[in-house]
């Protein structure tokens, strides 16, 4: 059924009808969605921290937009940007298929565009704000927790230093699950706090951000604060384990192998590698590096990026002047 596949996403993809109906309706629900963003403690947390971390440039923005911009949408709009963002797709085809038969019905199918030029313009429209070591950004709600994110700046998206930030990452708060060094001070036997992990996000055009997000309650706030502070002083500052170094650079190996047992995951993984410039075949080798990490690696990339930070902070507003800001957005 590969060729009547390839048939039918390709009507897909090139022909679609954009209903006024179908767009009315998604409209609504999109619009809804937005409303509802600050329901959860993790969205609101998120979005308050890319708007202070990314300032002017457009990571900042929601993808989902905002109700206002999405009552002004036309229909004719949303098929105009469809045929600019998939003038030229790049198609990935994994399975039992051979390169050949791949080719000719991608050809068939969507035409000789599909070998065009598809790369992304990377230049970044706007520079990131400054961060200052220290400062502080605050939001109160109603919630009875405190959610806290640390921000650093991290590495991007085909980044050489990829690698070793996955494994700096696994050391403090697990790869894909929780583990690491914040996770028994916070959780464990101390259980400080309800939720804590960190991750580098890599974005494009050379930017990169990478977080802590916790969530605790008001009178474990301060304490919390100073763990993590302490923790990213460590790591920062000394050399981790052998058995800590083996430990975590087997964790990812092994995740990775899991998460791309599957055609789609790796034909996906091959697809955005290929959109954003680095390659489809980028991830490939991606473990080998892994393995390839030392101690003095980690140690590098600690101090290279997580020496500065800024914190943002959303709940109740006496907690929150715990933590002495230095801006305050009340």
Known sequence: DFEKGME?????????RFAPEDFARERRLQINAVKSMDDSWEAEAQRFFRTTYFGNHPYALHPLGT??????????EVSAYHRQVLAK????VFGKVTRGQALEVAEKT???GSNGDHAMD????????????GAVSLKANNKTQVALIYGCRGVPYGGDDLPAIAVLDTIISGYGYPSGRLHEALRGSADLVYFVHAWNWPGLGGIGAFQIMTQTSPENLEKVNGIIATEL???CQEEVSAEELDSARESIVISEAIDNESLRARAMQATFDELYGVGFDFHQDFPDKVRAVTAED????AQKYLQDFILTATGPEEALKKLRPHKEDL
């Open 298 to 301: 980690v140690k590098r990339v």
């Open 233 to 235: 002083q460590k790591i």
């Open 122 to 133: 990377l230049t970044a429209p706007a520079s990131l704000p400054e961060i200052k070591p």
């Open 8 to 16: 039918i996403l390709a009507e897909v993809v090139q022909t679609p």
């Open 89 to 92: 797709p790049i198609i990935a």
């Open 67 to 76: 109700a206002a911009s999405l009552e002004r949408m036309t229909v004719e």
């Open 110 to 112: 969507f035409g000789n």
